[in-house]
């Protein structure tokens, strides 16, 4: 009997200390809600707040200009429009497929070249005639494709050119407004979707860094580098190409990272700590910056395409390192499936 006591006492321990040790695992296993509601509350949100913003400030140069057209205030529409296209950029590490034609509406390369003569034939000039062309023909580079090859005199004899411009410009930010509304809508399932699978947000954030990389490996760099195009270039009429480009590598480092503007908080570089792969962290973040560092020492991608200078291919090469801790490594440690990306340009 009491062997029988004995062994039941035991046995009970046994089951207690199991419950004990599963909720010390549970509970200190990491969050990835933490990981997507920072990524969402102060990377999404805030971010397209910030472009909104910058737009806003675009139209008040743009207008200044119209009243004024003066070298000084071209140049400052030219400047303007530089950092508004490096805000912009900045959202490239949200372009959830879903998105992808709201994206390409604010922004596609390259530029109907066209569209410089199509103004002159449009009675009307206003949003929904904008509305009406193709994407090559309308967002953001549109812009910098006037600003830059149209002359100051040209702008004083057509006002069509600078009414384009505003209007161009209200386009791309009723597009961003849709952007921002969208988001907003799938906020509540997104920050719920924390499971692993194509349709849950770590897999979704994770195929936006994976389909970026591959952009700007294939698109903005190779296929002008191949070419020896410079038309093929991002922003080729600004010579922007290289700037746009590192900063979509800051964006995904800061993202990765979980820091965003003056936050610091949970991100993929703290779940991978969580998880024992800190050696994997670093080797993300030290391929993120050397790519970096090679693109810093490219002044021009105009020059380099016509230079045939070898430090495309060498970003090229370093984009490519990067793009396989991603698809390899870092997708097997977080269980993530890698989806078909369309890596198209737009």
């Avoid at 200390?17 to 200190?28: E, L, P, R, V």
Wanted: glycine content about 4%.
């Amino acid at each position: 009997m009491k062997k029988s006591i004995f062994l039941l006492t035991s046995f009970v321990l046994i089951l207690l200390f199991i419950q004990c040790d599963n909720d010390i695992s549970n509970s200190s296993l990491p969050s990835k809600e933490k990981l997507i509601e920072n990524y969402y509350n102060n990377g999404i949100i805030k971010d397209i707040e910030s472009v909104l913003n910058r737009i806003d400030e675009n139209l008040i140069i743009l207008n200044t200009f119209r009243n004024e057209p003066t070298q000084t205030h071209l140049d400052d529409a030219i400047n303007d429009d530089k950092q508004l296209h490096l805000e912009w950029e900045g959202l490239e590490v949200y372009r959830l497929q879903v998105f992808r034609l709201l994206y390409s509406s604010v922004q596609t390369f390259p530029v109907n070249e066209s569209v410089k003569s199509e103004i002159l034939t449009l009675e009307t000039i206003n949003k929904t005639t904008v509305e009406a062309l193709f994407d090559d023909k309308s967002g953001l580079f549109i812009n910098s494709f006037l600003l830059n090859t149209l002359s100051l005199d040209e702008f004083k004899s057509e006002p069509k050119y600078i009414a384009f411009l505003q209007a161009n410009t209200l386009h791309v930010k009723d597009k961003i407004l849709i952007l921002q509304q969208a988001w907003k809508d799938i906020g509540p399932s997104f920050l719920e979707a924390t499971g692993f699978g194509f349709d849950q947000s770590q897999d979704q954030i994770f195929n936006i860094y994976v389909g970026l990389i591959e952009t700007i490996k294939l698109i903005k760099l190779d296929d002008a580098i191949t070419n020896n195009d410079m038309n093929r270039l991002e922003s080729p009429y600004n010579d922007l190409s290289i700037q746009l480009i590192q900063k979509n590598l800051i964006s995904i480092q800061n993202s990765f990272n979980g820091n965003f503007g003056t936050e610091n908080t949970y991100g993929f570089d703290d779940y991978l700590i969580d998880i024992g792969q800190q050696d994997l962290n670093n080797r993300v973040n030290d391929k993120i910056t050397a790519a970096y560092n090679i693109s810093k020492r490219i002044v021009s991608l105009n020059q380099v395409i016509e230079n045939k200078d070898l430090k495309g291919r060498e970003l090229s090469d370093s984009i490519q390192e990067l793009l396989l801790i991603f698809k390899i490594e870092l997708s097997s440690v977080l269980g993530t499936s890698i989806s078909f990306t369309d890596n198209d340009g737009d």
